[in-house]
């Protein structure tokens, strides 16, 4: 049976060749946990409903005492080794990895022959886009010809409400304020977005030392592949030594690196394993707060000059500078000061929250500026291949079916 001709996922390859560019099964052989039946879909919308069994109830009236009064999320705990910044970190590697702007989450869909846009190479695709002669809109053609160096954009009036009385910068976008970048999920969030102009802002920094470092013997070519080069290693180096061991710890680590993988195999190119995309790297949406400190604004002591925000607000007015961190806008106070976000070891770093059962309250309306957002994750109807893109179904709070014959232990009826 050829890729394409898999009865629209009614049955589903059970091989185990993976071509490149693909996704595939882990565990070809396993049956699925259930039949897709309107029971099952019922229980599991339920299951993911506002207020339901996975909401944690967070109490949403302020973004700033959401953070510092735990009793505000009392069912929300902290995660006590990993910083907030981590969240989007793993947010953005997710997208190096993995990209399908091809399927629907309406219909079933056979992972092998879901065509993934990316490799799982950790090659920054999702910066470099196609390099300069595929993807010149990456680049400022004002340097080198548009060979060289991303372009960044200044914030008008970021420097009058930013500590440091300095402009910051923020992505390319057009006159629409769509972010003109490789991958257009990095610019869902201001955190993400953040990322990636970091990213952007430390390759020209690399390239600029290495064209010190070439000299005038290497073209501007050859200088551009080896400063990409530099930046690949050092962030390759900062997965396998930051993230993978604070996310999964040390010890599991460190013996995946010794003793090499267990499960995990392929003919040719390794490619992405749905039970991956789809189920286990969904952990990042448990991790994420429901409110964050954006910046510091003015000041570093007095919380009233700070952007304190709920990381969404569906009800938020001010659709230019809106009351939450959605990304897509441009406004002096939408950027982001790291140190809230990662350990710098002056005391100001928050925590992400633990990976359990329960998401943040601000996740069960994702708003519908995001196109992928809008669409809602039906279990079992498809392999659909990102996971960051959960969406709960909306429903009535979850009650029981049969209240007559329930148990104590009855799924709905017990929390």
Same mark, same amino acid.
């Given at each position: 049976?050829? %890729?394409?001709?898999?009865?629209?996922?009614?049955?589903?390859?059970? !091989?185990?060749?993976?071509?490149?560019?693909?996704?595939?099964?882990?565990?070809?052989?396993?049956?699925?946990? /259930?039949?897709?039946? #309107?029971?099952?879909?019922?229980?599991?919308?339920?299951?993911?409903?506002?207020?339901?069994?996975?909401?944690?109830?967070?109490?949403? /009236?302020?973004?700033?005492?959401?953070?510092?009064?735990?009793? +505000? /999320?009392? %069912?929300?705990? $902290? $995660?006590?080794?990993?910083?907030?910044?981590? =969240?989007?970190?793993?947010?953005?590697?997710?997208?190096? *990895?993995?990209?399908?702007?091809?399927?629907?989450?309406?219909?079933?869909?056979?992972?092998?022959?879901?065509?993934?846009?990316?490799? #799982?190479?950790?090659?920054?695709?999702?910066?470099?886009?196609?390099?300069?002669?595929? !993807?010149?809109?990456?680049?400022?053609?004002?340097?080198?010809?548009?060979?060289?160096?991303?372009?960044?954009?200044?914030?008008?009036?970021?420097?009058?409400? /930013?500590?440091?009385?300095?402009?910051?910068?923020?992505?390319?976008? $057009? &006159?629409?304020?769509?972010?003109?970048?490789?991958?257009?999920?990095?610019?869902?969030?201001?955190?993400?977005?953040?990322?990636?102009?970091?990213?952007?802002?430390?390759?020209?920094?690399?390239?600029?030392?290495?064209?010190?470092?070439?000299?005038?013997?290497? =073209?501007?070519?050859?200088?551009?592949?080896?400063?990409?080069?530099?930046?690949?290693?050092?962030?390759?180096? *900062?997965?396998?030594?930051?993230?993978?061991?604070?996310?999964?710890?040390? =010890?599991?680590?460190?013996?995946?690196?010794?003793?090499?993988? +267990?499960?995990?195999?392929?003919?040719?190119?390794?490619?992405?394993?749905?039970?991956?995309?789809?189920?286990?790297?969904?952990?990042?949406?448990?991790?994420?707060?429901?409110?964050?400190?954006?910046?510091?604004?003015?000041?570093?002591?007095?919380?009233?000059? @700070?952007?304190?925000?709920?990381?969404?607000?569906?009800?938020?007015?001010?659709?230019?500078?809106?009351?939450?961190?959605?990304?897509?806008?441009?406004?002096?106070?939408?950027?982001?000061?790291? @140190?809230?976000?990662?350990?710098?070891?002056?005391?100001?770093?928050?925590?992400?929250? +633990?990976?359990?059962?329960?998401? &943040?309250?601000?996740?069960?309306?994702?708003?519908?500026?995001?196109?992928?957002?809008?669409?809602?994750?039906?279990?079992?109807?498809?392999?659909? =291949?990102?996971?960051?893109?959960?969406?709960?179904?909306?429903?009535?709070?979850?009650?029981?079916?049969?209240?007559? &014959?329930? @148990?104590?232990?009855?799924?709905?009826?017990?929390?």
């Amino acid at each position: 049976m050829a %890729h394409g001709d898999a009865d629209a996922g009614q049955l589903t390859p059970r !091989s185990t060749f993976y071509d490149r560019g693909r996704f595939g099964r882990l565990f070809p052989t396993l049956p699925p946990f /259930s039949a897709d039946v #309107p029971l099952i879909r019922d229980a599991l919308s339920e299951l993911g409903a506002p207020g339901g069994p996975m909401d944690a109830q967070d109490d949403l /009236s302020d973004p700033v005492t959401l953070i510092t009064d735990p009793a +505000k /999320s009392a %069912h929300n705990p $902290n $995660n006590p080794t990993l910083t907030a910044g981590f =969240t989007f970190l793993g947010q953005f590697l997710d997208h190096d *990895m993995t990209f399908d702007p091809t399927s629907s989450l309406a219909r079933a869909q056979d992972p092998e022959s879901i065509r993934n846009f990316r490799i #799982p190479a950790l090659d920054l695709d999702s910066v470099y886009g196609g390099g300069p002669a595929v !993807s010149p809109y990456l680049y400022d053609q004002n340097v080198d010809e548009g060979r060289t160096t991303f372009l960044t954009e200044e914030i008008p009036g970021s420097a009058a409400v /930013s500590i440091d009385g300095n402009a910051r910068r923020d992505l390319p976008r $057009n &006159s629409q304020s769509v972010a003109l970048i490789a991958d257009p999920r990095n610019d869902e969030n201001m955190m993400v977005a953040g990322l990636q102009q970091a990213m952007l802002r430390f390759h020209n920094q690399v390239y600029l030392d290495v064209a010190a470092d070439l000299g005038t013997a290497y =073209t501007v070519d050859e200088t551009f592949a080896e400063a990409q080069r530099v930046v690949r290693w050092h962030y390759q180096w *900062m997965v396998l030594h930051e993230f993978l061991p604070r996310t999964v710890g040390q =010890t599991t680590a460190q013996d995946v690196l010794d003793n090499g993988l +267990k499960f995990f195999d392929w003919r040719h190119n390794p490619y992405i394993p749905v039970e991956f995309s789809v189920g286990a790297y969904r952990f990042g949406h448990s991790q994420a707060r429901p409110s964050y400190r954006g910046n510091f604004g003015t000041s570093t002591t007095d919380l009233t000059q @700070q952007f304190f925000a709920l990381l969404f607000k569906p009800t938020a007015t001010n659709q230019a500078d809106p009351d939450d961190l959605r990304g897509g806008r441009r406004a002096p106070r939408r950027f982001i000061d790291w @140190q809230t976000f990662f350990d710098f070891g002056d005391g100001r770093v928050r925590p992400n929250k +633990k990976i359990d059962t329960t998401l &943040s309250s601000v996740l069960f309306d994702l708003l519908g500026q995001a196109r992928e957002a809008r669409r809602r994750w039906r279990p079992g109807t498809s392999s659909a =291949t990102s996971p960051w893109r959960y969406r709960p179904a909306r429903a009535s709070p979850a009650r029981c079916r049969s209240p007559q &014959s329930h @148990q104590a232990t009855c799924p709905t009826c017990s929390r």
